[in-house]
């Protein structure tokens, strides 16, 4: 069966640190791959997605995520973050199927950004 | 453009009552879904369509929620009756759903919903 784990449920950083939320995956085929981030009560927004090609993809607010299928993950990471950066952040699996598409979200990683 | 719209943003209601949630999608978009988020199950689909047509039903959530598509441009979810563990709050999503659109869904801001 499909699924996506993200093992920490929760991380905190210091501003200025640099920053990696793991993902990994499982899927029979080469997935399509996202990160969503989530600000407190909003809903979620797409911060990059991995269709192939390039296996580091770049997103918006510097966020970039790098694909292994050997690995079978795909983790997001940034270089610097800013407290602004505090959220909670989502990697999702689709798939495409005969009546549509189907996402598989992982639980989340609440991300706390520290002054 | 506008985004996807839910309505109401809040929604408090006593143990019994049917409540209805709204959702107006992104114009053009062919796919809405609705999911359920809490903190302990974190994001649970309760329904999926495509271009009006109902696709994915989630099976736990059958007998109390309803949702419905009425048209292209508003999809309403009705729970009825509603029991204390329906408290969560309620994200609509819509989506092009195809070719290099798979998967890139927009998100309302959500509808909290508290049940006493």
């Known amino acids: 069966a499909q699924s996506v784990t993200q093992p920490d449920a929760r991380v905190t950083v210091s501003e200025g640190a640099s920053l990696q939320l793991r993902c990994k995956y499982s899927?029979?085929?080469?997935?399509?791959l996202f990160w969503y981030v989530q600000y407190p009560r909003q809903g979620l927004q797409l911060l990059l997605k991995?269709?192939?090609?390039?296996?580091v993809v770049q997103g918006v607010n510097s966020f970039e995520a790098e694909f292994s299928k050997s690995n079978s993950s795909f983790h997001l990471q940034k270089a610097s973050v800013h407290w602004s950066d505090s959220a909670v952040y989502f990697c999702?699996?689709?798939?495409?199927?005969?009546?549509?598409?189907?996402?598989?979200f992982g639980q989340g990683t609440i991300l706390k950004v520290y002054l | 453009d506008a985004g996807v719209t839910q309505t109401p943003r809040h929604e408090v209601a006593e143990k019994g009552q049917t409540i209805i949630l709204k959702c107006e999608p992104v114009?053009?978009?062919?796919?809405l879904f609705w999911y359920r988020q809490t903190k302990i199950q974190g994001l649970e689909l309760l329904s999926y369509?495509?271009?009006?047509?109902?696709?994915?039903d989630g099976g736990a959530f059958k007998d109390r929620f309803k949702a419905e598509m009425l048209n292209s441009s508003f999809s309403t979810l009705k729970i009825q009756p509603t029991e204390p563990k329906d408290s969560a709050v309620y994200l609509c999503?819509?989506?092009?759903?195809?070719?290099?659109?798979?998967?890139?869904?927009?998100f309302g801001e959500g509808s909290k919903l508290t049940v006493l």
């Open positions: 991995y269709y192939s090609g390039d296996p």
């Open positions: 899927y029979s085929a080469t997935p399509y």
């Open positions: 999503a819509s989506s092009i759903g195809l070719g290099a659109n798979t998967g890139q869904l927009y």
């Open positions: 369509f495509r271009s009006k047509s109902l696709m994915e």
């Open positions: 999702a699996l689709s798939m495409p199927t005969s009546s549509g598409q189907k996402l598989v």
């Open positions: 114009s053009g978009h062919n796919d």
